[in-house]
């Protein structure tokens, strides 16, 4: 593999057309064909050579079908990508999920006029703390709905709230 991740030919490959291509013309052409049919791109086949995409083109339209396509090397597979912290899925413990659904049932009760010191204002001031962690953290907004047994946008509004 070269720049961009994109597949190269190996110097065995390489050195083969490179001695086809001056000694028997027809073989060449087969070589090539056989490197496209195996879904090779134009561009590694090209870059050995120092020409163009469309010479390579060239050479391809040029295979006789007489000729027999020789066995070429597979393209080969880049190894997947790990996935990065952020995509990872995160999930609450039961222990977390537990303590999200009683104090959002104690939030509730929380009115406009609910005194500031009231246990059920700091229930509710204390999941919104919590809610905006978890967030951080990357839990999704269904997931801390589904703990706390409210809607999405109840847990939106909240958030919101909170900062």
């Not at 083109?57 to 396509?69: D, V």
């Not at 222990?95 to 999200?100: D, G, I, M, V």
């Not at 967030?135 to 847990?155: H, N």
Request: contains cysteine.
């Amino acid at each position: 593999m070269s720049d961009n991740n994109l597949p190269s030919l190996s110097p065995e490959t390489t050195t083969q057309l490179l001695a086809l291509r001056d000694t028997d013309k027809d073989k060449f052409f087969a070589y090539v064909k056989a490197l496209r049919v195996a879904n090779w791109p134009l561009r590694a086949i090209a870059e050995p050579f120092g020409v163009s995409r469309t010479a390579v083109q060239g050479w391809e339209s040029k295979y006789s079908t007489q000729t027999p396509l020789p066995a070429v090397e597979s393209i080969p597979v880049p190894p997947p990508k790990e996935r990065t912290s952020g995509t990872q899925k995160k999930n609450l413990s039961d222990e977390e999920c537990k303590t999200l659904r009683e104090l959002a049932e104690e939030a509730t009760t929380v009115r406009r006029y609910t005194d500031q010191n009231a246990p059920a204002r700091r229930s509710a001031d204390l999941l919104e703390s919590k809610l905006y962690t978890y967030r951080v953290k990357g839990i999704s907004l269904t997931q801390l709905a589904e703990a706390c047994g409210v809607s999405r946008s109840a847990v939106a509004q909240r958030l919101r709230k909170f900062q």
